[in-house]
C-alpha cells in the first residue's frame, strides 16, 4: 500500500530550545501516530498524555487531516523535538494513520486517536511485555471509558480466544486501537484499509490479530473519552447500518464471512439503538439480522429479555394500554423491569447517568448555597446514583418513587437516608425547601401531570425544581407511547415565567437540545 502522491503536506519538527538531549532516530523506541479533524480543543490533553510517559524514547507524529481550527497553532505552543507535525488534505483516518506508519522511525507502533490518553506507564508496561514476548508481533492491553471530567465509567473487556477468528470476540464497544503495541516491522509493514469510513479497527484486528500472533494482558493502557462528539445517539444509523453491510461484503458475505461474529456486531448496535429517542426502530432491523446471521441467539436467555422488552415498548405501550390511571405503578415497574429506558450505567435509563448529569449536578449545588436550602424531596428519586454524588451537600434528604424494587434497592444501598413508596400523582411529599422532579411529567398524561403539580403545592413546600422544555409550542397528551415534552409554562400547565430556566445541556437527542429545569416559588403558583 502507498501512500498517494496527490497528497500535500507540510512537517514541521518542534525543537525545544536549549535542549541539551539530542536524539538519533536509533533511539526511538516507540512512535505514537495521532491522526485528527478539527479536535484542536481535545488534542492537547493526548499530546500531554504522551509527554508524560514514564519513558523517554518515544516520538509522536501528529497527522493533521485538514483541519479547519487552531490544531497547528496548539501542537505549536508545545516545544518538544519528540513531536512532529504534519499538516495533509482531508483524506479520512485510515490514510492519515497510514501516512504515520510510513514516516514512522520507532521499532514498535501505538494509534492514539486525538480525544484520548495513554495511562502513564502505558508505553513501559508494553515494552516490558513485547520484551517477555519478543515472538509476538502485537501486545494486547485494556482501556477505561471515562466522561469529560475525567471520571472512569468502565473498565472495558478485551480477552484471547482459542479460535482463530478471534476478533469475533470484539464489538464496537470495547475494541480501542490504543490498546496495541505493534512492531514496526519495515519490510512488512501493517496498514489501514483507506477504502473503509467506519469498521477500520475491527478491520484492523480482522487482518492482524490473532492468537499465534498477539500476546494479551489485563494492564489498562489507554483511556477513552467520551463526549458529545463521539456517542452513538449524535450517529447517523442509516450511515452505520451502510457501512456494516458494505463491511460484511468486503469480508465475504455469508459466503465467506463470520456470521456469528457479525451477528454480534448488530447486536451490539441494536441495543445500543434500542436506548436512543428517535432511532429505535433501527434497534429492531439490527436485532433481526443478529438473528439471522445467528439463529441461536433467539434462543438465549438475555434475548428473550429483550425481545420482551421491544414487544413491551412497540405493542402495549404504543396501544397505551398502560396509560390507564390503574396501572400506573405497572407501567413503571415493567419500565424498570425490563429497562425500557435502555441500558445505562443507571438503571432510571441514559438520562440518569452521570454524564447527562454533570450540568445539573452543578445547578443543584450552586441552588444550595444560593438559596440556602437545608431539605430536599427528589420525586421521582429514581436509582440515587447521580443525586447521590452531591447528597454530603444536603441536610435533610428524602427520596420518593413509585417503584417499591428501586425504594427497597436504595434504602439497602443507601442507609444513611430517606427513602418512600409513593405514587406522586395520589399521594403528597412532605414539607421541603426545594422539590426536585426530574424526567417525570413527560411520562404522565396531561391529567396526571396536573394532579401532580398540584399535590407538590399542597405540601407547603418552597421552591419547585422540574423538566421543561421552553421551546415547546403546544403541550400534546401523553396519547401512544410513553413520553414527549412539556413546556411547563405553556397550557394546561400554565406555570408562568420560572424564577430561572438552567439548560441541562443534554445529548440524549440533539432536537431536544432545549432540555430544561425550572424554578418555580410553589407559594406563589395560581
Known sequence: MTISSRWSFH???LKMENSDTIRSESNVLVSVIIPTYNRAHLLHNSIKSVQRQSISKWELLIIDDGSSDNTKTVVESINDSRIKYFYVDRSGRSKARNFGIQNADGLYLVFLDS??????DALDIQLKNAKTFHHKEIIVGKSSLINVNGSVIDDGKLQSNSDSSLYRNFTPGVLFLSNLLVKNNKTNRVFFDESLERFEDLDFYRRYISNENSYFH?????????HSGNILQNQDPRVIEKELLTYFARCGGFGGADKRGFSDIYQYYGLAFLSLKGVKRYSTRFLIKATILNPLKAFKIDNHRILLAIFLKKILLRLNFLNIPKLRRLKFWL???????GKSESISGPGSSLGETEVTRQTITTLITQLALESIADAPCGDFLWMSRISEKISNYHGYDIVQPIVERNRKNYPNFKFSHMDLVNEVVGRFDLIICRDLLVHLTNDEALRVITNFRKSSSRYLLITTFPTVQRNVDLGQGIWRPLNLSMYPFNLGKPLDLFLEDSSESPQYADKSLGLWDLQELD
Do not use: G, M, N, P
Open 218 to 226: 489485563d494492564a489498562c493502557i489507554s483511556k477513552i473519552l467520551t
Open 11 to 13: 512537517y514541521y519538527t
Open 115 to 120: 480525544d484520548d490518553e495513554l495511562q502513564y
Open 335 to 341: 419500565i424498570y423491569r425490563f429497562k425500557l429506558f
